[in-house]
């Protein structure tokens, strides 16, 4: 009941630093250069909500309109305060369960009379009141009420603060000449944000106004359903009524309802889901006007979430918990250490709010998995492994290499009680697979790159060849489709046929060329634990992406020819090769309809254009394939340079940022990554191209701006000059310094072009670098000019390919050739097998 609250303090707002400093001197704070509502409008998806890293509670007030992340950077109107997002999403809008609506008073004090149904009650915001900072979120709704919020792991403090005198709801109903006594109603509703509640709880503590419940949802890009439980507080306000709402009428008996899915769905207010809920309604506030509520979160009782919430925020101090997640945003990120002279504000904010949105997911659900007893640690929202695989998991392993052994642990766990990896999963269930199995590919890296502690790599390895050997019966959840002919074609066919399993029978060309990356990262995995065997057999399915490709093929843009030759096509069982226009599914030609289940479309989400890139194993014979250095370039320079060829907005085009690389043009990887950045990864609201993903589109803009990219599931990173004039990495597992360092820097970055490297003082030709640099320290030097130079474009410059070096010294041994050493050799053991 009613007890003092705490003091006010001033809000802390989202500010551009006005110097340029190093971290750790003087003044310079991390948190100044965030700015968690970069993405939050136009397609980002962004969640910009109070979080920990990784943190299952994740808190903003949600919007009705463009929900995925919960709220937006546009003018749509608010329909409450909820605890969970995730961030960047595609699809449906995910988790926002059990929101918290604040009300100042109901008119003419007859409950009744205020609004309880979803569409009812929301309001508008006031324009430009919205406040984001790492771990704390606000904003203040038309009704002059703000609602501020930051957070634990697993639990959130609200504090609304009511106008003296109450404002009523604007727009969504008329109140007359009643009058609104200060008298604050919160309700909270047993609904998420996708709207897919099939059963709930809820209850009312008369007493306390403690508010428990629990419902049954839908995950927004999977199967199945999930429960989650709730346990709200509050303080601040002695309770004067409690009781129950349905539809758009509130009673105070009784003090408990359930709710079922009735078949008809919805209330006449047009509505999807019947509004069902619980509210309290409170005195005039004994202070400041502001009402605390402490919402815990679990997924295994209202108990444990009511443990939590007690357990994690015990005395309601805003300030100290706003204040702990401020610390640990700064302890997450300082591994990083950038020189900015002369780089811009806006450029730094670009940077530390895209290694921020890195750090939001997956989520650590660890002790809160009501699906298997296990000791292991249990990581949720890998949403999706397809987009984080790339850059998300590499970068994680470099500047937080403790939480990136945990997921591995987590999803080898997952398999231990699944059956296999997942490659999407959100809220304990099952994700859509959108190529191959692409966990294997987060395996394989972390395996290189020395990820270990307390990791079973022998239960890693058999569930990664699981993947690529047993399909299972829903391959559109898991594992792969079509293996039977992917092992005797040798290619997925488009009109496969396949009585073994069920999935969106898509896709054949881009499945195709996943697979045979799947199974080239095994071979790596093969190769280092010394089994020859399954090193040969992965290493030959690797080569299969060869056969959907058609070596006549030309492509049209605008009815002219393009005059390359030579792309993936579609291919039948019988051999015969199909067509799909290669510019189709490119934003050129129909981009919107390429998607999992569209029949006929056999790339996802790309053209072929872009997925005949797609060959990270072996570039070396792809080159030679499409003519030859020369000939690639210019068709990798097309590829971007082209209006509307290649969407930097999709992850699968990151990579092909840095392709020149391996034609020996490093230089052209550097225009490209100043192509792209600021021009379309920036620090404005719309300040990314596509779905954030789960922070990758932060991952590859962090990357680039740092000056290395990585090949996920190889022991390799491309280098172009960072951004800034140098860089530090401090490995959080050896404490060793890895310096990056600009010598000739221009601001401008017309001097962008490598002419010299030096690596701890040695000459350094090759234009990539191995995981060691990060994990032993070391100085890199790199002297800039403004025209391209030959530094990094000899033969045994360039980055490993399967045909030509491979974890040989790139000095030309090809991976057979290391078979036949490890034969002799009896295998190398453990972790021996860094490149560099
Ligand atoms: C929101 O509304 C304000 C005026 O109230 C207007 O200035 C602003 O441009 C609007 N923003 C958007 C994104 O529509
Ligand atoms: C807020 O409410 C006022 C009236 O109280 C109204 O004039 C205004 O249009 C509303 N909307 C916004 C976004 O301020
Ligand atoms: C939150 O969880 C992380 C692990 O995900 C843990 O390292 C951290 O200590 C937790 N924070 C608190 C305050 O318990
Ligand atoms: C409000 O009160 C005024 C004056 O008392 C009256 O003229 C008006 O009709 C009333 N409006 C409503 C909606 O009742
Ligand atoms: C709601 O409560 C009933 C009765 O206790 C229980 O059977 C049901 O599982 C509960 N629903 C949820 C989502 O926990
Ligand atoms: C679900 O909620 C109901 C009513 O609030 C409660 O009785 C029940 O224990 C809850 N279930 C769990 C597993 O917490
Ligand atoms: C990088 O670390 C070195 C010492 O290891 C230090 O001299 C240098 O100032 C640091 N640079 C940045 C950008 O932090
Ligand atoms: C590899 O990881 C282990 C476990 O985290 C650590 O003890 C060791 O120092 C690491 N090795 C290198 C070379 O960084
Ligand atoms: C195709 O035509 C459009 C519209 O005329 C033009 O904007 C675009 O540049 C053309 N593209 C190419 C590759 O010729
Ligand atoms: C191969 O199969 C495709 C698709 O069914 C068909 O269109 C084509 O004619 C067949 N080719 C031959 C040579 O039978
Ligand atoms: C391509 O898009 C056009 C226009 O939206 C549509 O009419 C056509 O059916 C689409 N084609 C395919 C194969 O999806
Ligand atoms: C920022 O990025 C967005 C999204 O890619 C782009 O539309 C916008 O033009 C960029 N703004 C600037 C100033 O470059």
Redesign the pocket.
């Known amino acids: 009941m009613a007890t003092r609250i705490l003091s006010v303090v001033a809000t802390v707002l989202y500010l551009v630093g006005s110097a340029t400093l190093v971290q750790g001197q003087g003044g310079f704070d991390v948190l100044d250069f965030i700015n968690p509502f970069i993405g939050t409008d136009n397609g980002g998806h962004v969640h910009p909500g109070a979080t ?4 299952m509670v994740k808190a903003s007030a949600d919007v009705y309109g463009e929900n995925q992340g919960g709220f937006s950077s546009d003018n749509s109107t608010i329909i409450g305060f909820s605890h969970m997002h995730d961030s960047g999403t595609g699809g449906s809008p995910s988790l926002g369960l059990f929101p918290i609506f604040p009300q100042s008073g109901c008119p003419d004090d007859d409950l009744n009379r205020c609004e309880w149904a979803y569409l009812d009650r929301r309001v508008e915001r006031i324009y430009g009141s919205a406040k984001a900072s790492p771990g704390y979120f606000a904003v203040t709704l038309n009704t002059s009420i703000q609602g501020e919020v930051t957070v ?2 697993h639990t959130a403090l609200y504090r609304f603060t009511f106008p003296n005198d109450p404002v009523p709801q604007n727009g969504f109903g008329s109140i007359g000449n009643s009058t609104i006594p200060l008298s604050p109603v919160l309700l909270i509703d047993v609904i998420d944000l996708p709207r897919s509640r099939s059963d709930g709880n809820i209850t009312v503590d008369a007493a306390t106004g403690r508010i428990t419940g629990n419902g049954t949802f839908n995950p927004s890009f999977g199967i199945g359903n999930y429960k989650a439980y709730f346990c709200a507080e509050f303080l601040g306000a002695e309770v004067r009524d409690t009781g129950l709402f349905k539809n758009n009428r509130a009673g105070t008996e009784p003090k408990s309802q359930r709710v079922v899915a009735d078949g008809t769905n919805g209330d006449n207010d047009g509505d999807t889901v019947l509004p069902v809920g619980a509210f309290v309604q409170f005195n005039k506030p004994d202070s400041n006007n502001q009402i605390f509520v402490r919402v815990g979160m679990s997924f295994i009782s209202t108990e444990k979430a009511c443990q939590n919430a007690e357990k ?1 925020i015990p005395s309601y101090d805003f300030e100290g918990v706003q204040s ?1 997640a401020e610390d ?1 945003w700064r302890k997450k990120l300082s591994p990083v250490s950038i020189d900015a002279t002369g780089v811009s504000n806006s450029l730094q904010t670009t940077f530390w709010s895209g290694l921020y949105r890195t750090f939001l997911s997956p989520q ?1 659900y ?1 002790g809160e998995n009501p699906l298997w007893e296990s000791d292991e ?1 249990y990581y949720d929202s890998y949403y999706c492994i397809w987009d984080s695989y790339r850059s998300i998991h590499p970068l994680l392993t470099i500047m937080d290499p403790l ?1 990136q052994t ?1 997921m591995v642990r987590s999803l080898i766990d997952i398999y231990v009680h699944e059956g296999w990896l997942p490659d999407c999963r959100m809220s304990l269930c099952k994700g859509f697979t959108q190529g191959g199995s692409n966990a294997d590919v987060v395996l394989a890296d972390s395996f290189l790159k020395n990820i270990s502690d307390g990791i079973d790599w022998k239960l890693g390895y058999e569930a990664v060849v699981k993947d690529a050997e047993v399909e299972p019966l829903n391959w559109g959840v898991e594992g792969r489709g079509g293996l039977k002919s992917w092992k005797d074609k040798k290619y997925i066919p488009t009109d496969d046929y396949d009585p073994y399993g069920v999935g969106p029978f898509t896709r054949s060309i881009s499945r195709t060329v996943e697979y045979a990356y799947n199974d080239f990262t095994i071979a790596l995995i093969a190769r280092a634990l010394g089994n020859i065997a399954d090193f040969e057999k992965y290493l030959e399915r690797s080569t299969y992406w060869k056969n959907m490709y058609k070596a006549d093929q030309t492509s049209f843009i605008n009815e002219t020819n393009t005059g390359f030759v030579g792309f993936l096509q579609p291919r039948y069982l019988n051999g015969t090769f199909g067509f799909q226009d290669p510019i189709f599914c490119s934003s050129l030609l129909n981009f919107t309809s390429c998607y999992l289940n569209a029949k006929g479309h056999e790339t996802y989400e790309g053209s072929a254009w872009l997925y005949t890139f797609y060959v990270p194993q072996d570039m070396a014979t792809l080159i030679t394939t499409l003519g030859g250095p020369q000939e690639f370039t210019r068709r990798l320079q097309y590829l971007h340079y082209t209006y509307n060829l290649l969407y930097i907005g999709d992850e699968q085009a990151f990579l092909t940022v840095f392709l020149g690389h391996y034609s020996g043009r490093p230089g052209v990887s550097a225009d490209l990554a100043h192509f792209y950045i600021p021009a379309q990864f920036n620090d404005s609201i719309v300040g990314i191209p596509g779905n954030d993903d789960s922070g990758a589109m932060g991952s590859f803009s962090s990357f680039t701006l740092l000056g290395f990219f990585p090949v996920a599931g190889q022991d390799v990173y491309l280098i172009i000059a960072p951004f800034f004039p140098e860089v530090n990495i401090t490995s959080p597992v050896t404490g060793s310094v890895a310096t990056v360092r600009n010598i000739g820097f221009d601001p401008s970055y017309r001097a962008r072009y490598i002419q010299r490297a030096r690596l701890d003082g040695q000459e350094y030709s090759r234009n990539w670098i191995g995981h060691r640099f990060f994990l032993e320290g070391g100085l890199l030097e790199l002297e800039l000019g403004d025209a391209e130079s030959d530094w990094g474009t000899r033969p045994e410059d360039l980055p490993p390919s399967a045909s030509t070096s491979f974890g040989s010294g790139g000095s030309g041994g090809s991976l057979k050739r290391s078979a036949d050493e490890l034969k002799v050799r009896g295998g190398m053991q453990g972790m021996g097998a860094f490149a560099s």
């Open positions: 920990l890293p990784f943190g634990t792991n994690e702990s640990a650590d660890t640690p939480s945990l």
